[in-house]
């Protein structure tokens, strides 16, 4: 049984300015995605995408994700509050967060870049989907260093058990953080790359990003199992048996079908 070692979830501070752990981990995970996608244009090339392209890009999926991942938080977690104190929605300072949100607004900015470079929404999202995965990886990790969204109740005898005592429990949980880290992080990356290199063909227009869709759908819901069910949501919790990452988790992986029957009756493919 291990203690969570309460780390400063401020990195660095100069004079009045803070810099916080969390916020550089999405930096990390921005720089990843830059240099990555940089990195296989001038290896394989891309029939839209240039170098110069991806920072433009870039720009609209960090406000894609920035102001998606906060009102998916406010109107799919705690519809009720953010309703009634609609100016508290631009409070991130104070946290909230939500994936399905976040998707929701790249795949605007996704949809809102291929419209200007006279293109298609799965070009775009094809070519961006492998690299999603790492930076989700550095956002968990933000989770961990913060101390935030622990894990379920485990046994004493689980040596990666680990106590936090900002849950108001000495009981030992689920580190759930790490384990989405290396999950839909890490294993899933993995998966992206073996399926987008593998075929000797470029996979058909859309099928990397169902792939994507389907991956992270799955190991979403299915590690929400360990993951302790937010304090607000446990009426969902006790009507459905479900928590609302899994509930909303279900729509994502049917979407993830969907592309993945629509790619492979289309004729076109792209590089990706």
Not at 34 to 62: C, N, Q
Not at 224 to 241: C, H, I, K, L, N
Not at 253 to 271: D, R
């Amino acid at each position: 049984m291990l203690m969570y070692p309460q780390i400063d979830p401020i990195a660095l501070s100069i004079g009045p300015i803070k810099f916080h752990w969390y916020g550089l981990m999405y930096v990390m995970s921005f720089v990843f995605f830059t240099v990555g996608a940089k990195w296989r244009i001038r290896k394989y090339g891309h029939p839209v995408m240039t170098e110069k392209l991806v920072d433009d890009f870039l720009l609209s999926a960090i406000l894609g994700t920035v102001i998606g991942g906060r009102l998916g938080f406010c109107l799919f977690y705690q519809p009720a509050y953010y309703l009634t104190h609609p100016l508290d929605i631009i409070k991130t300072w104070d946290g909230g967060m939500s994936f399905h949100g976040g998707l929701l607004g790249v795949c605007a900015a996704f949809y809102w870049f291929a419209r200007k470079n006279k293109t298609t929404f799965f070009v775009i999202s094809d070519f961006a989907s492998p690299f999603v995965p790492i930076c989700l990886m550095f956002g968990r990790i933000g989770n961990f260093i913060n101390g935030e969204l622990w894990g379920r109740f485990c046994s004493a005898t689980l040596p990666w058990g680990m106590v936090f005592p900002q849950s108001g429990s000495m009981l030992p949980r689920h580190p759930s953080q790490i384990y989405e880290a290396l999950t839909e992080g890490v294993l899933l990356f993995l998966v992206m790359v073996i399926y987008t290199n593998t075929s000797k063909e470029p996979r058909k227009l859309g099928q990397t990003s169902g792939m994507f869709a389907i991956g992270y759908g799955v190991a979403r819901f299915f590690l929400e199992f360990f993951r302790e069910p937010d304090s607000f949501a446990t009426g969902v919790v006790q009507t459905t048996g479900l928590s609302l990452g899994q509930f909303y988790s279900i729509p994502l992986i049917i979407a993830g079908i969907l592309m993945m029957w629509w790619g492979s009756k289309s004729k076109s493919s792209v590089l990706h």
